[in-house]
């Protein structure tokens, strides 16, 4: 069955660092599009960024870009979100997304808290 597993959450200091995994099996993971959400409490679940499948390009939410990257290694079956210059505001779950193509809704994992805190 398909699944999506995220790690690497956790609490870290404002400017601090983190990098999330994903790590995806059940479906071939090459033919996907692998995207970054993220939920903070009482709003809306919110894009933070995409990657296509061969790894050539990825787009980001203005609220993240420059400090997020999204990589993947498509013969480990993973995607990464290396965060940087973490601010307060990007506390949030943050879940991984697998689809074909951008109409698509896909597959979710079952996602990862990120603290960012004093």
């Known amino acids: 069955q398909v699944q999506l597993v995220e790690s690497g959450g956790g609490l870290v200091q404002p400017g601090g660092s983190l990098r999330l995994s994903c790590v995806a099996s059940?479906?071939?993971?090459?033919?996907?599009?692998m995207s970054w959400y993220r939920q903070a409490p009482g709003r809306e679940r919110e894009l933070v960024g995409s990657?296509?499948?061969?790894?050539?390009?990825?787009d980001y939410a203005n609220a993240v870009k420059g400090r997020f990257i999204i990589v993947r290694d498509n013969a480990k079956n993973s995607v990464h979100l290396q965060m940087n210059s973490l601010k307060p505001e990007d506390t949030a779950v943050y879940y991984c997304?697998?689809?074909?193509?951008?109409?698509?809704?896909?597959?979710w994992g079952q996602g990862t808290q990120v603290s960012v805190s004093s």
């Open positions: 990657i296509i499948n061969t790894g050539a390009t990825s």
């Open positions: 997304n697998a689809r074909q193509t951008y109409y698509d809704t896909g597959y």
């Open positions: 059940g479906f071939t993971f090459t033919s996907y599009i």
